[in-house]
């Protein structure tokens, strides 16, 4: 029905830059939110930037500054700049999808995660 796929992870030196990508496609009527999380291993998942319908802008604090969210509305893509890497952002970044289907029903979808590594 509806599938997100990240992508742009990879291994970077502390200092460095990634830019993910989020790309929800199928039976979509209208994304509201798109946002990126992300986990690592014995920590919660959390919110780090999020984009909702009306263009607003959402930051964890830790990232704040440093990375950027974005996204391009017709291709249903959002992205996220991130500058300034340090070791602390090493994790599985997860892209998660709301708005409504084509049938009109909920969407709510989440990709498969992209591994970024920062190394010191």
């Known amino acids: 029905q509806v599938q997100v796929v990240e992508s742009g992870g990879g291994l970077v030196q502390a200092g460095g830059s990634l830019r993910l990508s989020c790309a929800a496609s199928g039976s979509i009527f209208r994304i509201s939110f798109m946002g990126w999380y992300r986990q690592v291993p014995g920590k919660q998942r959390e919110l780090v930037a999020a984009?909702?319908?009306?263009?607003?802008?959402n930051y964890a604090d830790s990232v704040k500054g440093r990375f950027t969210i974005s996204r391009d509305n017709p291709k249903n893509t959002v992205y996220l700049q991130m500058n300034s890497l340090k070791p602390e952002d090493t994790a599985v970044y997860y892209c998660n999808a709301k708005g409504l289907r084509s049938s009109l029903t909920v969407l709510d979808a989440w990709g498969q995660g992209t591994l970024v590594t920062v190394s010191s």
């Open positions: 984009i909702t319908g009306g263009g607003g802008t």
